[in-house]
């Protein structure tokens, strides 16, 4: 080969070695996945640097989502019911597309959508099995919730839960899963052997995460309208104590707890604070305040060491040292940031 041919060819492969490149990390390092409800996708966001490393399509409304323990798949709850905010008169709306419901899967080192699995009508929140292989899923619009196949694709049960059913959470025992009911201001125990519904907790208004201790042994349960946390014994299960949040328009929404279980991170909405509860007392500790416009879903670290929060209003997500709790970066994301997930 000609020096003339060869020098164009040692170019091309030293600009191969240090062009930068947008796509994420493996699929064994660390990623921020937020859902955007307005704008159809996922911002995945490198947590070293948080800068965003990529755009994801995933379908219309996507808000909850999860990632395998494995770290290869990311799924995302995807709706074709139309938004209605607060006040909004719903009859004007237009008619659902049910053809776009469903849970969207996407490999995480490609970023491409692989399929979209059946889910029920209007899936907001879910869980997973920690085997992977079953999903399960609050259907707002039906006042069910559903089990998912993800071995067949195909729906195994669906499970009456109250109506508005919002938050999924499994227990981390994997015997049962716990789904909020905003229209009936509880929480229903599913047992999965069964699949039948074995305790209802009535909590304060319009309950909408729960969150629970690694051990398994409390759950925190956070409830809007009441402006207010509810602590859980899980074992039971029952409702322990109620935990107002005094802080301005506080109107609890997500929950994160700590890797390590010691605490748990409260999204206040509208008020825009984040309330941190001690998990042995049961007892709000701190509020971090001004951390960004109405926070939503949120995530903490493996190491504990910053919590990341959906911004709805503002397009943005919010990275809080917490150990100062101060917000120390926003990132620009979609459109109404909804939720967050972090992989393994």
């Known amino acids: 080969m000609t020096t003339r ?14 062009a930068p490149s947008s796509a994420p990390s493996p699929a064994h390092s660390p990623l921020v996945f937020v859902s955007n409800e307005d704008s159809n996708d996922v ?10 490393v990529r755009t994801i399509f995933v379908g219309k409304r996507p808000r909850g989502l999860k990632v395998s323990r494995d770290g290869a798949t990311l799924y995302v709850a ?27 899967a996407v490999d995480i080192q490609s970023g491409k959508l692989l399929r979209t699995y059946e889910s029920g009508p209007d899936p907001e929140s879910f869980d997973l099995s920690a ?54 201001d509880a929480v229903f125990v599913v047992d999965l052997a069964s699949r039948k519904v074995t305790a209802t907790l009535k909590t304060n208004l319009r309950p909408r995460a729960v969150g629970f201790t690694p051990d398994g042994h409390r759950a925190f349960i956070t409830t809007e309208a009441g402006g207010a946390v509810m602590v859980a ?14 802080a301005p328009g506080a109107r609890p929404m997500g929950i994160a707890v700590a890797p390590d279980g010691r605490a748990a991170y409260v999204t206040c909405g509208r008020g825009g604070q984040v ?14 305040e001004k951390v960004g416009a109405r926070p939503w879903g949120a995530a903490v670290t ?6 990341y929060t959906a911004n709805g ?16 970066r926003r990132i620009p994301a979609g459109r109404l940031p909804w939720g967050v997930a972090i992989s393994p």
């Open 313 to 328: 209003p503002s397009n943005d997500v919010s990275v809080i040292d917490l150990a100062s709790g101060q917000v120390v």
């Open 43 to 52: 911002t995945v966001i490198d947590p070293a640097t948080d800068q965003v």
């Open 78 to 104: 995807v709706s074709g019911s139309p938004r209605a905010p607060p006040g909004v008169d719903e009859s004007t709306l237009p008619p659902p597309d049910r053809d776009a419901d469903g849970i969207a």
């Open 233 to 246: 014994d899980a074992d039971r299960p029952a409702i322990l104590s109620e935990l107002r949040v005094e």
């Open 302 to 307: 493996a190491d504990g060491k910053k919590l």
């Open 5 to 18: 041919a060869v020098l164009p060819l040692l170019l091309a492969l030293c600009a191969c070695r240090t």
């Open 131 to 184: 085997d992977g292989r079953w999903l399960y899923a609050s259907n707002e619009d039906a006042a069910k919730a559903t089990v998912l196949d993800l071995t067949t694709g195909k729906i195994a049960a669906t499970i009456d839960v109250g109506t508005e059913p919002e938050g999924v959470t499994l227990h981390p025992g994997g015997r049962a899963v716990w789904v909020t009911s905003e229209g009936d």
């Open 275 to 288: 309330a941190q509860v001690d998990a042995a007392t049961g007892k709000v500790v701190r509020i971090l």
